[in-house]
């Protein structure tokens, strides 16, 4: 078999990942996580900055990783981490931007399915629009952890935009575009779900982005940069013990 690694973008071999890898965007999430929450964390990866770690939670090999901001990025390490070092599952943990009176300020959303404004499907050369969605398994097994956790969660669609600064923020349109994506029942908007959906539906792998409110387009409210690095703790914990439970029922199926 042709050796696939590493690659341009991670300097690692198959058996430093575990099987199922929590991705949020920022390097210093990954770093926190690591930090605060894995058993012997060792560093595997540093390529441009994006940290990515292999430790235990709770006595299950758990990897964490980074995947930059934006679909291209997370595009990039997922389909790298699918398809050439063995992972099966990624779930993203994030934040994301308010879009529906539905959700509030520190609202941990189940992302069951990602619209986009963005062209990431083109590639596939599909004769019509797909619809990216998480994988049941995941959503499934999060949405149980999540109850006995006894988190308030809400699944319902997010919205994978690929733009952050937009040229028409400053005018009434701003403000429509928002409600055009709400009506159609849009919880929440971020930038990677939709690109790693895709992957994931390609590779025959799963995903799940799981993505808690650090600002409302519709209120104005919003959390500092460190409050989302380090104050995301529900998140952060529902997404390992989700991880926890997959890995656990895989081996227990081998």
């Not at 992302?111 to 404004?117: F, K, Q, R």
């Amino acid at each position: 078999m042709k050796k696939l690694y590493p690659t341009p973008h991670i300097n690692a071999c198959p058996e430093d990942f575990a099987s199922t890898v929590i991705m949020p965007g920022d390097p210093l999430r990954s770093k926190f996580i690591a930090e605060n929450y894995l058993e012997g964390a060792r560093l595997i990866n540093n390529v441009r900055g994006i940290q990515g770690y292999t430790g235990k939670y709770d006595g299950v090999r758990i990897s964490v990783m980074a995947s930059g901001m934006g679909m291209p990025s997370i595009g990039i390490y997922s389909y790298e981490l699918y398809n050439f070092f063995g992972v099966e599952n990624i779930i993203r943990a994030g934040s994301a931007g308010g879009m529906s009176e539905k959700v509030a300020l520190r609202d941990i959303v189940l992302g069951m399915g990602a619209s986009t404004n963005g062209n990431f499907a083109h590639q596939y050369g599909l004769p019509g629009n797909y619809s990216a969605v998480c994988s049941y398994k995941l959503l499934k097994r999060c949405a149980e952890t999540a109850e006995n956790m006894k988190l308030s969660y809400i699944v319902g669609q997010i919205l994978s935009s690929d733009t952050f600064y937009n040229d028409e923020d400053d005018l009434p349109e701003s403000r429509r575009t928002t409600a055009l994506w709400s009506k159609m029942g849009i919880l929440a908007v971020e930038m990677e779900a939709a690109a790693l959906y895709m992957n994931a539906a390609r590779s025959g792998k799963n995903a799940l982005a799981v993505c808690t409110v650090s600002d409302h387009l519709l209120t104005g409210e919003a959390t500092s940069a460190e409050e989302r690095q380090n104050s995301f703790t529900d998140m952060i914990e529902l997404c390992l013990k989700t991880a926890v439970s997959i890995e656990k029922e895989t081996k227990n199926e081998k």
